[in-house]
């Protein structure tokens, strides 16, 4: 079998990885014309101004052209995009950030918390599952932090609808180190020999399962260490095993981009790009993101969260913020999504049969219909226990 075929529909073996591929895929170059709606292209990255977004994102078919653009850039260009001033009201970020601290100041006195996949316990802050602990500490935060439609937008441009997000706030201290260079879930969690044991269709294909984000949550300067990024490395259909080998992360630390961020910008990457956390150089700035990583419908996301849970704590705020008008529609869409399952599958079909068309009603299909029909609370916790108990028949 030639090697060609082979990375295309067989396995990857010990000749598939070739640095000197991996250097010249890597050494592509951005073209502005790709991507019309940026607002300027930095180290081959394209920087998107949410504000001057606003008409595109509110527009039906602008906004498809625009999501086409950022599957376009995720996939085939430089793999990142930036969207500056991703929260134009930084409160809420702050909100957020005021409810991560009194989570991570509890969990290291109870001695919670301190796994991580990278640095070594008590380098930096890390809190797990923190989309389902952020919204039942402050639903309403939730609320506004996720009624974002570029947020969705993003998300939406590469998993397309029913999406599934899970976050892991990252808090690194002055002095902190630099992560080694990775790929991220689900292979980029397997050794070399684990990967190698799937087929090359499956390394294509696990990229296109999840997205991963970042919200900058303080102004982060270079010297603070912003995500260190190789464009176009997402290319490299030998990169789950390749990132493991020390010549693919010694030309990694050669070629790498950072870019400065302001509290309230977002970043979105394909999984497969190769990236690392920065060494944070800074004399006083605690370095928080929020890491977000985003699940197609059809995968499996990595945190097990209690969306029952999170549904039912923040429905009464989600009506009270449609009511005063501080959501519009499409941002209590872009925060149903974070919040409640949007893919009715597994379920039992025999007791929760599709009506009206090949799926039954999902956990978010449910939420927005309390939502719109402003149900009680008592209503939505009933008819979400029913859906439970079909789908567990």
């Known amino acids: 079998m030639s090697g060609r075929v082979r990375q295309s529909f067989g396995f990857f073996g010990p000749d598939s990885v070739n640095l000197e591929t991996f250097k010249r895929l890597t050494e592509s170059a951005a073209s502005a014309e790709h991507m019309p709606f940026a607002a300027g292209i930095e180290k081959h990255v394209p920087i998107y101004d949410v504000a001057a977004l606003a008409p595109v994102l ?76 952020q919204c039942l500490r402050d639903p309403e935060g939730f609320a506004l932090y996720f009624g974002n439609t570029a947020i969705a937008a993003a998300c939406e441009a590469w998993l397309g609808p029913s999406y599934q997000i899970t976050a892991q706030v990252n808090q690194v201290r002055p002095g902190g180190k630099a992560q080694q260079a990775h790929r991220d ?57 390749a990132f493991h080998d020390p010549a693919h992360r010694e030309h990694f630390e050669d070629s790498y981009i950072q870019l400065p961020l302001s509290k309230g910008d977002a970043v979105f990457f394909n999984p497969a790009l190769f990236h690392a956390a920065g060494e944070n150089s800074s004399a006083d700035i605690d370095r928080m993101a929020n890491l977000l990583q985003i699940s197609s419908a059809f995968g499996r996301a990595m945190e097990a969260l209690d969306r029952r849970a999170m549904s039912l704590a923040v429905f009464p705020h989600l009506l009270a913020l449609k009511q005063r008008g501080d959501l519009s529609a499409s941002e209590l869409d872009a925060a149903i999504a974070a919040t409640a399952e949007g893919y009715p599958f597994p379920t039992n079909l025999d007791t929760d049969p599709p009506i009206g068309g090949n799926a039954p009603e999902s956990q978010a299909d449910i939420l927005c219909q309390a939502v719109s029909e402003g149900w009680s609370e008592t209503q939505l916790a009933d008819v979400l226990s029913a859906l439970q108990a079909r789908q567990a028949a």
């Open 58 to 133: 509110s527009d039906p078919e602008k906004r498809l052209d625009l999501l086409s653009e950022w599957a376009l850039v995720l996939g085939r260009l430089a793999g990142v995009i930036v969207l500056r001033g991703a929260f134009p009201d930084t409160s809420v970020i702050d909100r957020a950030t005021e409810v991560f601290r009194q989570i991570i100041d509890e969990e290291r006195q109870s001695g919670a918390g301190d796994g991580d996949h990278f640095a070594a316990s008590g380098a930096n802050d890390r809190v797990w599952n923190a989309l389902q602990k």
């Open 185 to 241: 879930y689900h292979l980029g969690f397997q050794s070399a020999d684990s990967a190698a044991r799937y087929p090359a269709h499956a390394h294509h294909l696990t990229a296109a399962l999840t997205l991963q984000g970042a919200v900058a949550h303080c102004d982060m300067p270079v010297e603070s260490g912003p995500t260190k990024l190789l464009p176009f490395s997402q290319l490299y259909y030998p990169g789950y095993l």
